[in-house]
C-alpha cells in the first residue's frame, strides 16, 4: 500500500475496492501496519453504514432533499423512472452496486426504451449515485442517439388550423402557440397578463407528483419575459375575458382532431414553437431576439431549425442539378 506526502505535509494512503477509492489522511507518516490498520477501519466503518441500504432507498431520499429545489414535472419524472427500474437493481445494496450492474441495467432498458429515454434513466442513476457513491467511476456505454429532425408545419397547415378553430375555446390558446408560448404558458395566462398588446409570461401549469396541475414560475428564468402580440389577438382576449380556461390536454386533443378532419399530418402542439422560430428566421430576425422572445436558454432549437432549412435547400439544389445533368445527358444522346 503506498503511503503519499501531500503538499499540506499530512500522509494519505489510498485504496481501490469494488471500482470505489477509499482515502485515509495522517497527520505524521504511519507505518505499514497502522496504514494498513487505519483502511481495514475505513472500509469497515463504510460496509457498516451502507449494510441497510438500498438503490431504492438512496433514491428516495434523493428526491426527498430535491423535493422543494426541482421543478414538480421534473420530479414526477424522476419517481416514473425510479418505478421503471428492475427490483434486481432497486434492491440491492448501494455499496454493492458497481458499474457492470449500471450498464447491464441500462442494457435491459435499452431493449423496450428509446435512446433519449435510456439516458435520461442513465442520468438519474448518475445522479443518485453521485450523492451516495461520488468516488465510483460510471463509463457506462449508452445507445447511439437518433438523429430527429424538427417538423416544422407549413403556413398553409397553420393557416388552416387557426381557421378550424376560429369561435371555438382553443382559437386563442392555438394563436398563442404560433407566438411560441409553451402549452404550460399558455394555461397559466390570464386577463391580468396583457397590457395593450403585451403579453406578461411569468407562469407555467404544470402536472405535480400528486398528479394535481398548479402553476408555478416558468420553466427557466428565460422563460420569464414579455411578448408583443397582434393587437387584434389583444382586443379579442379583452372582449373575451379570459384566454383558457380548459384542460392542458384537450388543447392537444383538439389539435389532433382538426388535424385529422383537415387532413393534415399530424403534429404536436410544440411543434408550432418550431413554426414560430423558423418564421422569425425567415425573417432575418436576429437569433439573440428569436430565443428571447421564445423563452429558449440556448440556441439549441434554433440550430436544430437552421439544420432543417439548411438540408432542405440542399435537397433542392441536388435536385436541380440532377435534372441539368439529366438535360446535358439527353440533350446531347444522338438520335
Not at 494498513?36 to 431520499?61: D, I, Y
Not at 411569468?202 to 408583443?228: F, G, H, M, P, Y
Not at 393587437?231 to 389532433?256: C, D, Q, T
Not at 439549441?300 to 439548411?310: E, G, L, P
Request: glycine fraction near 4%; proline fraction near 4%; include cysteine.
Amino acid at each position: 500500500m503506498k503511503i503519499e506526502k501531500l503538499p499540506s505535509g499530512s500522509y494519505r494512503i489510498r485504496k481501490m475496492y469494488k471500482g470505489e477509492t477509499y482515502t485515509v489522511v495522517f497527520d505524521r507518516k504511519p507505518t505499514q501496519k497502522e496504514a494498513m490498520l487505519a483502511m481495514a477501519k475505513e472500509l469497515e466503518n463504510v460496509q457498516e453504514r451502507h449494510t441497510s441500504m438500498t438503490f431504492q432507498t438512496a433514491a428516495e431520499e434523493y428526491l426527498e432533499a430535491k423535493e422543494n429545489v426541482l421543478s414538480p414535472s421534473t420530479m414526477r419524472g424522476y419517481r416514473c423512472t425510479l418505478g421503471m427500474l428492475s427490483p434486481k437493481f432497486t434492491q440491492k445494496n448501494l455499496h454493492d452496486v458497481t458499474a457492470m450492474d449500471i450498464q447491464s441495467e441500462i442494457n435491459r432498458l435499452a431493449k423496450e426504451h428509446s435512446p433519449k429515454t435510456v439516458r435520461n434513466y442513465h442520468g438519474f442513476i448518475s445522479a443518485v449515485l453521485g450523492v451516495f457513491r461520488p468516488n465510483l467511476k460510471i463509463r457506462t456505454t449508452l445507445p447511439q442517439k437518433i438523429r430527429s429532425e424538427p417538423y416544422i408545419p407549413s403556413d398553409q397547415e397553420v393557416r388552416k388550423i387557426l381557421e378550424f378553430a376560429e369561435g371555438t375555446e382553443f382559437e386563442i390558446a392555438l394563436y398563442l402557440a404560433c407566438y411560441g408560448l409553451r402549452r404550460s404558458e399558455i394555461c397559466a395566462l390570464t386577463i391580468n397578463d396583457i397590457r395593450g398588446d403585451v403579453l406578461t409570461i411569468s407562469k407555467a401549469r404544470v402536472l405535480a407528483d400528486n398528479a394535481q396541475w398548479i402553476d408555478k414560475t416558468t420553466k427557466t428564468t428565460a422563460s420569464t419575459r414579455e411578448i408583443i402580440i397582434p393587437m387584434e389577438l389583444a382586443e379579442k382576449i379583452r372582449k373575451k375575458g379570459y384566454i383558457y380556461k380548459g384542460h392542458p390536454n384537450s388543447i392537444v386533443r383538439y389539435l389532433a382532431r382538426a388535424e385529422e378532419e383537415l387532413g393534415i399530418p399530424y403534429f404536436s402542439l410544440h411543434k408550432l414553437r418550431h413554426y414560430f422560430a423558423s418564421k422569425m428566421s425567415a425573417m432575418h430576425i436576429p437569433d439573440a431576439d428569436i430565443i428571447r422572445m421564445g423563452g429558449w436558454e440556448t440556441d439549441h432549437v434554433m440550430k436544430r431549425v437552421y439544420r432543417h432549412a439548411m438540408e432542405d435547400k440542399s435537397k433542392k439544389a441536388q435536385r436541380e442539378a440532377t435534372e441539368k445533368l439529366h438535360d446535358a445527358i439527353f440533350s446531347r444522346r444522338i438520335p
